[in-house]
């Protein structure tokens, strides 16, 4: 039954949109990820379009120009990047791959308000029907931390993830709390601190599915 309702749920709806915020380590990708093959199954007619900026400029960094250089510098101090880049990256992915009809998941977008203003009018812009869903995963720090350090990626350093975390609460959190007051999208909040299984559970029954 419950995959029946899954199924029938998405046959009635049009063109869904979702971003997903997080503290780094708090698995949003991990839940992005489940989530487009979710979509996949269930809506084999219908392409996603899975939108990552970190995945993106770290490709992006490789490339030996003076901005990938700035970039690569930045990030391996782990640090923010400002808005103009990461909005270049996704707002280019979406002129050159959005038809109209795709799915559009979003990660690791936003990270500044200003931004996150500019995701907004695009959400708007490109809007089908259905409100973007904003799909915030509430991990505490220290979970997040061990997390990381279990992970061990390169840039996995205790100095670098402190950073990150600090860019979190000093200007993310900035980008959320504008999506919370927002008119325009419908706004989650999901208890990061359980099992994968359980997360994911939650982010489908936030988004009515």
């Known amino acids: 039954m419950r995959i029946f309702s899954f199924y029938a749920t998405l046959s009635r709806m049009k063109q869904l949109t979702v971003v997903f915020f997080g503290r780094t ?11 487009m093959e979710t979509l996949k199954k269930a809506d084999p007619s219908r392409r996603s379009i899975y939108v990552e900026t970190g995945e993106r400029l770290r490709q992006f960094m490789t490339g030996g120009s003076y ?3 700035i970039v690569k510098k930045t990030l391996d101090d782990g640090k923010l990047l400002g808005a103009y880049l990461p909005i270049w990256i996704w707002t280019g992915l ?8 795709e799915h559009l998941v979003f990660d690791g ?21 259905e409100k973007p869903k904003i799909i915030v995963l509430d991990v505490p720090e220290p979970e997040v931390k061990t997390r990381l350090l279990k ?11 402190a950073k990150r975390l600090e860019s979190y609460d000093t200007d993310i959190v900035r980008s959320i709390a504008y999506f919370e007051k927002s008119p325009t999208v419908d706004f989650f909040k999901i208890d990061g601190h359980q099992s994968v299984e ?9 988004l009515g599915i």
């Open 198 to 206: 359980a997360v994911h559970k939650d982010v489908l029954k936030a």
């Open 67 to 69: 901005s990938a250089d």
């Open 151 to 161: 992970r061990a990626r390169h840039d996995d350093e205790e100095e670098k993830i």
């Open 25 to 35: 380590g708090s698995g949003k990708g991990t839940q992005a990820t489940l989530f």
């Open 109 to 129: 977008v936003a990270r500044r308000v200003e931004e996150a203003h500019i995701l907004d009018s695009a959400m708007q812009l490109y809007s089908q029907g």
């Open 94 to 101: 979406l002129i050159d791959e959005y038809t109209g009809n």
